[in-house]
């Protein structure tokens, strides 16, 4: 999971100027789109880590 927010930023990064100027727009709208990919994956990986994780120690401990 670690690894996918390093790769969206290596693989999009570099094409910005083309995706705002194919889509017609500035690269503010452009960042806005990786920042929100990033913010995914972070909730992501606090739910499907922490809580997750959390749940599935805390059951067997429970059913004992």
């Known amino acids: 999971m670690d690894a996918f927010g390093v790769f969206a930023i290596d ?3 570099p094409g910005f ?3 705002a100027r194919d889509l017609g727009t500035t690269i503010g709208p452009v960042h ?3 920042a ?3 913010l995914g ?4 990986q606090f739910l499907g880590g922490t809580l997750i994780d959390h749940v599935a120690q805390l059951t067997p401990l429970l059913a004992c």
Request: net charge neutral; charged share 10%.
């Open 17 to 19: 100027p083309r995706i």
């Open 11 to 13: 693989t999009c990064l």
């Open 32 to 34: 806005i789109n990786l």
């Open 41 to 44: 994956l972070a909730i992501d």
């Open 36 to 38: 929100m990919f990033l």
